[in-house]
């Protein structure tokens, strides 16, 4: 569990109550909501008996009791404490969050959890923690939450170091624009970024060349980039060195292999992949909620699955702002004839000249293009609402 300075936190942060604008992308909070009345009664209820709180839970102050959250189950968060131990709690409509307009809990969030009053507990049954507050995420992945027009940020995970953004040769194809969209999503985010390319293994001469070509222009700019095969290994200890002592989150569209990745990290069978659950589904996605899973064998290591995507919509994409996330575009933008220049039009541009002469990659050029389009419509969607 990342340790947090708590006294910080308490006295540094302004919480907003949580709404009903707030998201529910957790487990069914609605219903939740409708089932609680009063606090002191749920609390009550919920208390669980003192010989099955974690030790970690009953210091002196159980007020300062901080927990991790690493996935849902159902209407409920599983968190870990101190002690490595794990528990269950959910929120209730008490719960305060240090970041508004958001997720309102998201895997690898640092929750404060209810006192946990033992001796409220008469009849012995077993309950459950209540979130207290949600503290300040460090870092975090976010998206653009579906079908929402409102500044609403959709957090995939909270509290990570590494991005490592999973792509495949084929089944399905390698695009390199979510390369690139998730690339700026995990700089907004301050996360670090690696990137894997997935099943080597069954790649044509063709789609090898393709990703070689890709690994070049990735680790040009600056990322490191990995072929891999989940299926055969080869690749998985390079990855290995990459997220050791370290939280990292996978991510990327559905099928990629992420799952895969992960188990052939772990040497065991932790996430589920797709290979079993064609016989329940069929369908794509199988990764159904995100899963903060421990690496024993390393120590500090901790892996986020995430389910995939089939389209990843960046969170407040500001025009003005993006090229930044190109960082490659920085050594050349000083020399535009025009100032602030969004090297998409004007006259004179030295980044669009870079292109030309081949020196920035057409690839990252022509998808920077693409979000820059994207965020002058959303620019003037939110004008326009305003
Ligand atoms: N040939 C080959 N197949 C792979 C490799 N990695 C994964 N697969 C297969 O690809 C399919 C999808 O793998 P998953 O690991 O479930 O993919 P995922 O990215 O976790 O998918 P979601 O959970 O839906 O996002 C499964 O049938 C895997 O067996 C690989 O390196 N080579
Ligand atoms: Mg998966
Ligand atoms: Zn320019």
């Known amino acids: 569990m990342q340790s947090v300075p708590r006294s910080y936190f308490i006295l540094h942060t302004s919480y907003s109550k949580k709404t009903s604008e707030q998201d529910n992308d957790g487990p069914a909070r609605e219903q939740i909501r409708g089932a609680h009345e009063d606090r002191d009664l749920t609390r009550r209820k919920l208390t669980k008996r003192r010989d099955r709180i974690p030790s970690a839970l009953l210091k002196e102050n159980p007020d300062e009791a901080i927990a991790r959250v690493i996935t849902t189950e159902g209407f409920y968060y599983v968190l870990r404490v101190e002690d490595g131990s794990e528990i269950r709690a959910r929120t209730y409509k008490g719960t305060r969050s240090a970041n508004p307009n958001a997720t309102l809990v998201a895997i690898g969030d640092n929750v404060r959890l209810a006192t946990p009053s033992p001796s409220e507990n008469q009849d012995g049954s077993t309950h459950d923690y209540l979130i207290e507050e949600v503290l300040p995420r460090h870092t975090k992945l976010s998206r653009r939450a579906a079908g929402r027009r409102d500044a609403f940020e959709q957090v995939i995970v909270a509290n990570v170091d590494l991005l ?7 089944k399905p194809k390698l695009r390199s624009g979510i390369i690139d969209r998730y690339i700026v999503a995990g700089i907004e985010g301050g996360l670090d970024i690696v990137i894997a390319i997935n099943k080597i293994d069954i790649a044509p001469e063709k789609e090898m060349d ?14 490191p980039v990995h072929l891999l095969s989940a299926i055969n290994g080869s690749g ?25 990745i992960i188990n052939a990290l772990l040497g065991r069978e932790a996430a589920q992949t797709g290979k079993l659950q064609r016989k329940f589904k069929g369908g794509a996605h199988t990764t159904a909620s995100s899963t903060l899973i421990p690496v024993e064998a390393i120590p500090d290591t901790f892996i986020a699955d995430t389910p995939g995507v089939r389209e990843f919509a960046n969170f407040e994409l500001d025009p003005q702002n993006l090229k930044f996330a190109f960082v490659e575009f920085q050594k050349y933008q000083e020399r535009c004839a025009i100032p602030n220049c969004s090297h998409t039009h004007e006259p004179g541009c030295a980044v669009r000249q870079a292109v030309e002469d081949d020196k920035i990659s057409i690839d990252r050029y022509s998808n920077y293009q693409k979000l820059f389009e994207e965020a002058k419509k959303e620019e003037l969607t939110r004008l326009y609402n305003q």
């Open 164 to 170: 490592v953004i999973v792509v495949s040769v084929g």
């Open 236 to 260: 998985i200890e390079g990855l290995k060195s990459e997220i050791a002592g370290k939280t990292s989150v996978f991510a990327g569209h559905s099928g990629v292999g992420k799952s895969s």
């Open 210 to 223: 393709e990703a070689q070509y890709f690994q070049d222009v990735y680790q040009e700019v600056g990322y």
